[in-house]
Each structure stands twice: as structure tokens, then as C-alpha cells.
């Protein structure tokens, strides 16, 4: 995202959902932005395969959903499947900014590098 870019962070891209799962299963990201509307594997998808990842620190990594669907059966669903948060779009970059730097001060180890998917 460029509007992560004045952050400092080391930024990961994915395409689609089988290549966001292979980067964090390769990276171990701080922090994963995850598209729920991802081609092949959705970003529920990928969520739950994270979480079922034998990696703990993985496991344990907040991964935050962006996407439009915001019906509450919708926002439900992508907590079940193990979001830690949601970002409902459209978004603005302070926004995202601001999330972002409050998820990684949460994080295990303080935060340094940040994946995303989309």
C-alpha cells in the first residue's frame, strides 16, 4: 500500500491467495493486510490457513481483513476464520497509517516489517 510507504516498513505483495499464504509462510510478517476478495484462495481462506500454521509466532500475527463486505454475517464470518481486525474500504492513507502503527506496537516483537496482500 502507498500509503505505508512514508512508514519505513518493508512491504510484502501478493497477487493472489496462494501467493500471499507462500510469502508469509517464507517472510513470518509482523502485521498481514489481507484482501478478503483475493483470486484463487480468498483472503478467509488464507486466514485460516495461517492460523492452523505450525509456525506460532505466525499463528499469532494480527491479520487485518480489508475489504467492501461489511454485512455484520459478513464481518463475523471473517473474525471466525481468525482476522484479528477489519478495515472496511474505501480507506484513507492516514487512516491506514494510524491503524497500522497501533497493530504493530500490539504485536509480538514490536513491529517491524509488514505483509500485505492484494
Known amino acids: 500500500m502507498r500509503a505505508l510507504r512514508p512508514e519505513g516498513l518493508r512491504l510484502l505483495s501478493a ?3 496462494e501467493s500471499a499464504l507462500e510469502i508469509a509462510l517464507r517472510e513470518g510478517p509482523d502485521l498481514i493486510l489481507l484482501d478478503w476478495l483475493l483470486p484463487g ?13 505450525d509456525d506460532p509466532t ?9 475489504t467492501a463486505q461489511t454485512r455484520p454475517e459478513q464481518i463475523a464470518a471473517g473474525f471466525a476464520a481468525g482476522a484479528t481486525d477489519y478495515l472496511a474500504k474505501p480507506l484513507t ?3 491506514v497509517r494510524s491503524r497500522v502503527r497501533g497493530w504493530l506496537l500490539r504485536a509480538p516483537g514490536g513491529g517491524a516489517s509488514a505483509g500485505r496482500a492484494d
Open 15 to 17: 497477487a493472489d491467495g
Open 93 to 95: 492513507p492516514a487512516y
Open 58 to 66: 505466525l499463528r499469532g500475527a494480527p491479520v487485518v481483513l480489508i
Open 41 to 53: 484462495r480468498d483472503g478467509l481462506e488464507v486466514c485460516r490457513a495461517l492460523r492452523a500454521s
